[in-house]
T-cell receptor, first 116, second 110 residues
Framework: GAVVSQHPSRVICKSGTSVKIECRSLDFQATTMFWYRQFPKQSLMLMATSNEGSKATYEQGVEKDKFLINHASLTLSTLTVTSAHPEDSSFYIC????????????FGQGTRLTVV | QKEVEQNSGPLSVPEGAIASLNCTYS??????FFWYRQYSGKSPELIMS????GDKEDGRFTAQLNKASQYVSLLIRDSQPSDSATYLC??????????FGTGTRLTIIP
């Protein structure tokens, strides 16, 4: 159990376009989902926390108008990178928590975004 | 600021030996701790979670938690080349999200 599916695994887009990344919990209801960004040889940087049916909470320094997060249901959250620039190229990873008083989180496969 | 610290390594261990990974955290009130394994180019995979002082064993992995000293460690027995990866320590500081260390790169030498 506790499978999180993230799609797409790789995407290449042109500067100025938008890219949507999906994160689904396949066998449990995720009360909270998290979006991370990871640059090469660095640790995970939390971008935002999303709860179903409410607005996402963004970490300091993360532009909410650029990184749009929608948590439409207990099994689906999406991250849209708007007006992408080459510096947005990174590894984006979602994770989902089952809640129940714990923060044990399970990660999706990650999305390698390259903006050209 | 609440932090999780790890030695970035790299840590090299001969195959069959015990690999020992350490992590310290800044908030004495933290209750939940996790070890994740991340292969290059892949997302993290949960290995162990530990919530109480002492040892927790799962196969070749043992997590150790000492809340008084604010450290958590991961031991890998009978190390295999497939254990070569970056190991991330994470803590829940009570704000319902995980704070990650920078990770320790482990290499098992055949």
């Amino acid at each position: 159990g506790a499978v999180v599916s993230q799609h797409p695994s790789r995407v290449i887009c042109k500067s100025g376009t938008s890219v949507k990344i999906e994160c689904r919990s396949l066998d449990f209801q995720a009360t909270t989902m998290f979006w991370y960004r990871q640059f090469p040889k660095q640790s995970l940087m939390l971008m935002a926390t999303s709860n179903e049916g409410s607005k996402a909470t963004y970490e300091q320094g993360v532009e909410k108008d650029k990184f749009l997060i929608n948590h439409a249901s207990l099994t689906l959250s999406t991250l849209t990178v708007t007006s992408a620039h080459p510096e947005d190229s990174s590894f984006y990873i979602c994770s989902a928590s089952r809640g129940q008083g714990g923060t044990e989180a399970f990660f999706g496969q990650g999305t390698r975004l390259t903006v050209v | 600021q609440k932090e999780v610290e790890q030695n970035s390594g790299p840590l090299s261990v001969p195959e069959g030996a015990i690999a020992s990974l350490n992590c310290t955290y800044s908030d004495r009130g933290s209750q939940s701790f996790f070890w994740y394994r991340q292969y290059s180019g892949k997302s993290p995979e949960l290995i162990m979670s530990i919530y109480s002082n002492g040892d927790k064993e799962d196969g070749r992995f043992t997590a150790q938690l000492n809340k008084a000293s604010q450290y958590v460690s991961l031991l890998i027995r009978d190390s295999q080349p497939s254990d070569s990866a970056t190991y991330l320590c994470a803590a829940d500081f009570g704000n319902e999200k995980l704070t990650f260390g920078t990770g320790t790169r482990l290499t098992i030498i055949p």
